[in-house]
């Protein structure tokens, strides 16, 4: 056998068992996104937007490429007999972020490893949050089959201490390590998308969440405003969702600003790289624009109608994954890809709502489009996994009786 034919021989077996169309839709999204980023970095000079834009692109590749081995790969298979060294990955990998490479840049939150100070000019930082959650996914997806192997019902009072324990200790090991809320709520909704595909009953839902409800209102009502929290920078967050006008120079400001933009843009918007704040020199302008405000940046330079488009394109990919869960071959591959599912869903629906003003700051990124070499990354694996499941087909008897 030729070395050509060693070399293209898995990429014909990609585009044969792989799921080309979800590439061609994570690509079609990352390309929208590298084009706002182009036009969100242009106000830094040339040589900076220059390292933005190639830094994304080469993201973008080795996304690929990782998109494409994964796809080969049996997950299930494999995290039955290696679930604890994974279990051990996230643990550790986190706590790497209290080691001297751990960085927060001001932010409030400890998100990043800073990889250049062991490796000079290493081109991005990487984000454990962000890996770590897909691992999670995996590991839960599992835990729901083991559980439903047993034939024990997951609406049961163990099978919920077991995966809303795992789902607990996660969400108290970022909180006590990152102090990331917006980690935090992304981490609960990939829970509550898996515990709903699994079967888990509505009355927990019911339960759970009318609780958390509860215990937020007494507290907003009857116990914070008394204390030094209430105008803590976390809690202010909200309470400027409520009253646009409670700290419209300090902690709504970024918001504002995003409103703004997106308000300027009306049906068509400004033009490309023509976006009066886009394209500003001034502080005082759009913050974090090639980042977590870039959906604003589509708002004021595309419109209504690039913000729909954008919209169309992430909603694709996430019907994509659900559909793909639907004719999985196997419960843990089903759920795998519903986690996958309500993970985008979750992170559009913040980041859109922190740029419409409609949700707090949670430093959440919009999925494929916002700047981020780690971020971008993974995502593309993430996919790949929701790929390898379509790349093994359903059981001919299930396939059989499978709806249309």
Not at 123 to 143: C, G, H, R, S, Y
Request: hydrophobic share 55%.
């Amino acid at each position: 056998m030729s070395f050509l034919s060693l070399l293209f021989s898995p990429i014909k077996d990609f585009f044969k068992k792989g799921d080309v169309v979800l590439l061609l839709l994570c690509l079609a999204a990352s390309g929208f996104g590298l084009v706002l980023i182009f036009s969100a970095t242009q106000y830094l000079g040339e040589t900076r937007w220059i390292r933005f834009v190639l830094v994304q692109f080469i993201a973008i590749v080795l996304g690929v490429v990782a998109y494409m081995l994964l796809t080969f790969v049996d997950f299930q298979l494999f995290l039955e007999k290696r679930w604890k060294l994974l279990l051990v990955f996230n643990v550790g990998f986190l706590l790497l972020l209290l080691t001297p490479l751990g960085e927060d840049y001001d932010s409030g939150n400890l998100n990043w490893l800073v990889i250049s100070r062991i490796i000079p000019k290493f081109p991005m930082d990487i984000q454990p949050n962000e890996i770590v959650k897909v691992t999670f996914i995996l590991l839960l997806a599992l835990q729901i089959m083991k559980i439903q192997d047993r034939e024990l019902d997951i609406s049961s009072i163990p099978s919920i201490l077991q995966i809303g324990g795992h789902t607990v200790f996660m969400l108290g090991l970022i909180a006590a390590i990152c102090g990331d809320f917006g980690m935090c709520v992304i981490y609960m909704m990939i829970f509550l998308s898996m515990a709903w595909a699994s079967g888990v009953k509505l009355r927990w839902f019911l339960l759970v969440g009318g609780g958390i409800v509860l215990a937020a209102v007494i507290l907003w009502l009857f116990f914070l405003p008394e204390t030094r929290w209430w105008n803590d920078y976390r809690i202010m967050r909200f309470r400027v969702v409520f009253d646009h006008s409670l700290d419209s120079r300090g902690i709504g400001w970024q918001q504002n600003r995003a409103v703004l933009a997106i308000g300027s843009g009306r049906l068509f918007g400004q033009g490309y790289c023509k976006g009066l704040q886009t394209q500003s020199l001034s502080s005082h302008s759009l913050p974090a624009r090639h980042t977590d405000f870039i959906y604003a940046v589509c708002g004021e330079e595309l419109g209504l109608v690039g913000c729909m488009a954008l919209l169309l394109l992430l909603s694709c990919i996430v019907l994509r994954c659900v559909w793909v869960g639907r004719h999985a071959s196997s419960p843990f591959n089903a759920y795998v890809c519903m986690g996958m599912a309500g993970m985008l869903l979750a992170q559009i629906t913040f980041n859109v709502g922190m740029c419409l003003f409609i949700l707090p700051v949670m430093g959440l990124t919009l999925p494929f489009i916002s700047y981020g070499g780690s971020s971008i990354i993974t995502l593309f694996a993430a996919m790949g996994i929701v790929s390898s499941v379509k790349a093994r087909p359903m059981p001919s008897w299930l396939r059989d009786r499978s709806p249309v």
